[in-house]
Structure formats: C-alpha cells, structure tokens
C-alpha cells in the first residue's frame, strides 16, 4: 500500500523564521504537537525540518529560555525523515522504527508536502488489514466445516 493512500493530507507547517511563541500558537489552535518547517517563501512548502511541542519544552522551557528570542529555527530538528507520497507504507514503517520517529512529513514527486503520517496512522491500517484477514479466515473455517458435516 502506498504513503498517500493512508497519510492524512493539509498538514500544519511554519516558516523557519517564525518565532517560538507563534509556533506554539499554531500548535495550540490546530490541537497538534507536531509542525512542519519550510524556508520563508517557499511556496511548495519543503519540508527542511519539524517541530515538536516536546522540542519547545525541552529545548526552550527546560533551559529557561525566553522563547520570544527564539526563531523556529532555533529549535527545530533539522533535515528530518521525509516520506514520498509513492512509496510503501512498509519500507516507511521501517525507516521510522529506525530512525525513532513516530510522525514524518509526506510529499510529492516535487517535494511539494502534501501531508503527514504517524505512526498511529499505520497502525491503524495494519490493525484494520490484521481484522479483515482474520474475519476471512474465520469464515473459511466455517464453510470448511459445513463442508464436512453436511
């Protein structure tokens, strides 16, 4: 199965120059703890890094930073894993376990972010996949020994 056919589409994302307090913002009126960071300008939207809620607590409240002198640059995580909307969701859900990420930006063939995908999406989609193999299975059985008793 492909990236884009599970990924949920209209992903936040900020510009690198934004400050801090305007990325938590955002977070907190979209109800995410994950942003995708592009360049200023970049009408595409590639993605050059993200950002977390535990990156700004960690990195900005923890040190006791004043987050108002902070930039989104600052504290992103930089060149972050990137998923092309072609891709399998397998070969992802191994490059995340590798990697120890549980959300990556999707895109397309130009790079354009188109979405995103968590862990919990896959998760999901394996789960509902494992249900309907089983409900298949089940159901053979049961044909198999109607089979034989009559």
């Excluded at 959300?103 to 354009?112: E, F, H, L, M, Q």
Aim: hydrophobic share 45%; charged share 30%.
């Amino acid at each position: 199965m492909k990236i884009a056919d599970v990924c949920r589409h209209g992903a936040i994302s900020i510009a690198n120059t934004e400050g801090i307090t305007d990325a938590a913002r955002l977070m907190r009126e979209h109800h995410v703890g994950f942003l995708i960071v592009h360049r200023l300008g970049d009408d595409l939207r590639r993605p050059i890094g993200v950002l977390t809620d535990r990156d700004m607590v960690v990195e900005v409240l923890a040190k006791k930073i004043d987050p108002e002198a902070l930039r989104v640059d600052d504290v992103m995580t930089r060149d972050p894993l990137v998923a092309r909307e072609d891709e399998d969701v397998s070969d992802l859900l191994q490059a995340m376990r590798l990697n120890g990420v549980r959300r990556v930006p999707v895109v397309d063939s130009r790079g354009a972010l188109t979405g995103v995908i968590a862990i919990d999406d896959a998760f999901d989609l394996i789960t509902t996949f494992m249900c309907d193999i089983t409900g298949s299975i089940k159901h053979e059985q049961r044909l198999e020994r109607r089979t034989r008793a009559g």
